[in-house]
């Protein structure tokens, strides 16, 4: 980048957060971002000791069972990198991505709380290095519903303002949803119902000014 460039970043910044009120949203994001970094790992341990209901899926059982993890976490890298340079050059986006994120993971926590389900049959174990930190360093085969890895690509699209940009991460998402369901890590409803709450929660923190 430019000195021009990130003169021009750094305006952006200074203007969004200009008010006392947007400030004040900043510091409450950072801190329950923060919380639910530190939550997450004890959080995802228990849920992986816990006893749950094996669902019988149809979709499932008429899919060959293959070991796609490269290109899941490619496609998803490569997206939090585009909103992550979309959201530099945009203030707005980033608070918009990080409060849509804050309120997934609260419903991820309460649903996967309630909802207690066992791995699909023929799981082929889904690990990253770059975010097995949030797990505890574990492999983690019982956070299903609803699921956190097509979330996290809705997240993105529907924070993002472009056009081609919206296009291009919808249909990586779906593709992302298939390949979920190839390597058996999560039943067709995990991926079906993480769309629609994660519109849920980005329309609350619209409503709310979050943004």
């Not at 995802?44 to 979709?59: A, C, N, P, S, W």
């Amino acid at each position: 980048m430019t000195q021009i460039t990130l003169y021009r970043i750094k305006l952006n910044w200074e203007a969004a957060f200009k008010t006392s009120l947007k400030r004040v949203q900043l510091i409450i994001a950072t801190m329950l971002i923060v919380a639910i970094i530190n939550i997450m790992p004890s959080f995802f341990k228990t849920i992986e000791q816990r006893h749950g209901v094996v669902l019988h899926d149809r979709v499932l059982a008429h899919l060959p069972a293959y070991d796609v993890s490269v290109p899941i976490f490619a496609i998803i890298w490569g997206v939090g990198i585009l909103m992550l340079i979309r959201a530099l050059y945009k203030p707005e986006l980033a608070m918009g991505y990080v409060w849509t994120l804050i309120f997934v993971c609260i419903a991820r926590f309460i649903t996967l709380t309630f909802v207690k389900l066992d791995p699909p049959v023929g799981l082929i174990p889904l690990v990253d290095p770059l975010t097995s930190y949030f797990y505890g360093h574990a492999a983690i085969t019982k956070d299903l519903f609803f699921s956190g890895h097509t979330s996290t690509l809705m997240i993105v699209y529907f924070n993002l303002e472009r056009k081609n940009d919206k296009r291009i991460v919808l249909a990586l998402t779906l593709l992302v949803m298939f390949m979920l369901l190839i390597q058996h890590i999560h039943y067709t409803m995990d991926v079906l119902a993480a769309p629609v709450i994660v519109y849920g929660c980005y329309r609350f923190a619209r409503a709310l000014g979050l943004r």
